[in-house]
């Protein structure tokens, strides 16, 4: 499966429940304490406050590496990357200490960018490009200000980036970041004239179909690979849709994958 990350921000469920006499994962991690020593330890550096009791971890896999996934007893969640103890994911209940100026987008990325910085800690090195700001309206539960950086290398997106999302309503922080070291040139061979060409090709789509084409550094059989990733969407008489999202190898030409409009 090819792991592309793309800024937006992630769906996660967890049981927030006490560990059942069943989650042997679970009841080894409790039992093992450098490993509790250390994520204790992480959750604090990242947060900058006391952790409060720790009611479920679990090994988590992601197509970037294992990750512990904790919950804690407020209903906070944590994914920390085994390897680097670096925290991943946080989903923070009141997790915003400051009153903010204003609910315009503007105010809101003035707060993201300002989280980002100071918890994605080589947001200021690496060449960081905001590729999302949006609101989405949850309703009742309100709104949802997103902010999505990821870094470029030349045109190509990397596997390095972060998401932020304030939800004003009750205080909440959600983050996402991911830091990988970049091992391959990010110079393609194919154009992306060729490989808008090919994305259409893969769907048969005709001369009325709105094509887009980004230069991304993939997971490809667990091996990075620099990739068009190619969306293409066409609309017929009906007014039914088709097309979808192919992957082509950015130095052969090569269709790693396609993705058609379910």
Excluded at 102 to 114: I, K, P, Q
């Amino acid at each position: 499966m090819i792991g592309i990350i793309l800024g937006l921000s992630l769906v996660l469920v967890c049981s927030a429940g006490a560990v059942s006499p069943e989650d042997k994962d679970a009841e080894a991690l409790f039992s093992n304490q450098a490993v509790m020593s250390s994520v204790n330890a992480n959750i604090q550096n990242f947060t900058g406050a006391p952790v409060d009791a720790i009611e479920h971890i679990s090994v988590m896999k992601t197509y970037v590496g294992d990750v512990y996934q904790v919950t804690t007893a407020s209903g906070n969640l944590f994914n920390i990357n085994v390897k680097t103890g670096e925290t991943e994911t946080a989903i923070i209940q009141n997790g915003l200490k400051i009153s903010f100026g204003g609910t315009a987008l503007s105010d809101m990325r003035d707060v993201a960018e300002t989280y980002a910085k100071d918890h994605y800690k080589n947001f200021t090195q690496k060449k960081m490009t905001l590729v999302q700001s949006i609101v989405i309206d949850h309703g009742d539960a309100g709104d949802e200000y997103m902010f999505s950086w990821n870094e470029k290398s030349g045109e190509a997106y990397t596997l390095s980036g972060v998401s932020i999302s304030i939800y004003p309503n009750d205080n909440t922080i959600e983050y996402h970041g991911t830091d990988r070291e970049l091992l391959i040139d990010t110079t393609p061979d194919i154009s992306k004239t060729d490989a808008r060409i090919t994305g259409e090709r893969a769907f048969g789509m005709g001369s009325s179909a709105k094509t887009q084409a980004r230069l991304r550094v993939i997971l490809f059989d667990d091996r990075q690979k620099l990739a068009w990733i190619v969306n293409t969407e066409e609309y017929d008489k009906m007014g039914f849709a088709h097309g979808g999202t192919v992957a082509i190898d950015a130095i052969s030409g090569e269709v790693l994958s396609t993705d058609p409009i379910q």
